[in-house]
């Protein structure tokens, strides 16, 4: 991130900083873990969290905002122990006295506006991230340099970011309906039509069918009837088929109808929640378009850091390429946003920013009181 002569020349520039990004998908807010230590060594910025929301509508907007906070200006070897002996002394001298000047005569909203929580940290970039962007791979995606006269930005970014953004519609990975249906089954010597009674469930893109629920959970369907995009579903023509209750599932190509499938419910309201799931699976898959082709994988989101100190052999840019109606209400998805397996070199790691401003003033007050850090937790909805 630093000019050419800040790495290869030793020009004196010790400026570091602290940085951190928050996500947020509608209500939804979730912030990174912190980087420390950013100076002119580093030319990469990884954040190696895997954040997971859930329950996001198809046309989801995920902004991406990055803050950072200027350490020191001058912190070199020769001047950092000193400064740090400094600083300890004069908090140990005036602690007392500056706790009684601050707190007499001030009313509880006068001691909360004179409170200060931490340190100030400034955006200086967003992104915006939509269905579009959703794919299977690390993409690079352009960051919008928060530049003004107020709050100029001293970190050098290069104005893009990678990451994967990856999502999973409900329709692919849970039971859209379920339950038992009548399949027509030509006999292949004597022509003859009869009814197998099977118990289906209509997810991923098919109606998968067994003898009986329980084979479910330990066998492969043995008939799996396709259900995409190009399927048609329609009633049956009640002078051809007698029995009651049934519809078709065509699968077709181009138009054309490659393939029918017979099947009929075992009364009417059955008929009318198969007719239903068939048809708000196939408005799923529209409204989420490429997104449902394949099944992307998403881990848990991770509660713990990875271990940053692995030896880096080439740099997130090296290794990623740059990738310059209301009747039936559409369903949701797990949204997951995830940055590639590249580590910072000689980056360190800490606690979620957001609780720890929260504890800053306690500790400069009370330095012998042990500060706790906690991590963010994700909230326990939808998302993988």
């Known amino acids: 991130m630093w000019k050419d002569t800040d790495h290869f020349k030793n020009k004196g520039d010790h400026r570091r900083y602290v940085v951190f990004c928050l996500l947020k998908i509608g209500t939804e807010i979730y912030d990174t873990s912190l980087i420390k230590d950013v100076d002119r060594s580093m030319t990469d910025v990884t954040f190696e969290d895997c954040i997971v929301f859930h329950n996001i509508p198809n046309g989801f907007e995920c902004r991406l905002e990055v803050y950072c906070h200027k350490l020191c200006e001058d912190l070199t070897l020769a001047s950092s122990h000193k400064k740090i002996k400094k600083k300890i002394d004069k908090l140990s001298g005036s602690i007392g006295k ?84 009548y399949i027509e089954k030509v006999d292949d010597e004597d022509a003859s039509i009869h009814w197998v009674r099977q118990w289906c469930v209509l997810k991923n893109l098919s109606i998968s069918c067994w003898d009986c629920a329980e084979d479910e959970d330990w066998r492969v369907p043995p008939l799996s009837i396709p259900v995409t995009k190009e399927s048609q579903i329609s009633d049956a023509d009640p002078s051809v088929i007698q029995r009651p209750f049934t519809f078709h599932v065509s699968s077709c190509e181009y138009g054309t109808i490659r393939k029918q499938y017979t099947l009929a419910a075992e009364n009417k309201d059955d008929l009318q929640k198969w007719w239903d799931g068939l048809q708000q699976h196939l408005l799923d898959q529209v409204v989420w378009k490429d997104v449902c082709d394949t099944l992307m994988k998403i881990k848990p989101s991770n509660q713990k850091r990875l271990s940053l100190g692995r030896k880096v052999t080439s740099t997130l840019y090296d290794d990623t390429p740059a990738v310059i109606p209301q009747k039936q209400k559409c369903r949701t998805a797990s949204i997951r946003l995830e940055s590639s397996n590249g580590a910072s070199t000689t980056s360190n790691s800490e606690f979620s920013p957001l609780t720890m401003m929260l504890k800053k003033y306690a500790a400069d007050e009370e330095p012998d009181a042990p500060v706790t850090r906690q991590r963010s937790r994700d909230s326990g909805i939808s998302s993988s």
């Open 98 to 181: 500056s706790v009684g000047r601050r707190l007499s005569g001030l009313t509880d909203s006068g001691i909360l506006s004179n409170m200060i929580v931490g340190p100030k940290y400034d955006m200086i970039a967003h992104a915006q991230l939509t269905t579009s962007d959703v794919g299977d791979s690390v993409n690079t995606f352009d960051l919008s340099l928060e530049h003004t006269q107020e709050n100029p930005s001293e970190l050098p970014l290069f104005g893009n970011f990678c990451c994967r953004l990856a999502a999973q519609p409900y329709c692919l990975i849970e039971d859209t309906c379920s339950g038992f249906l």
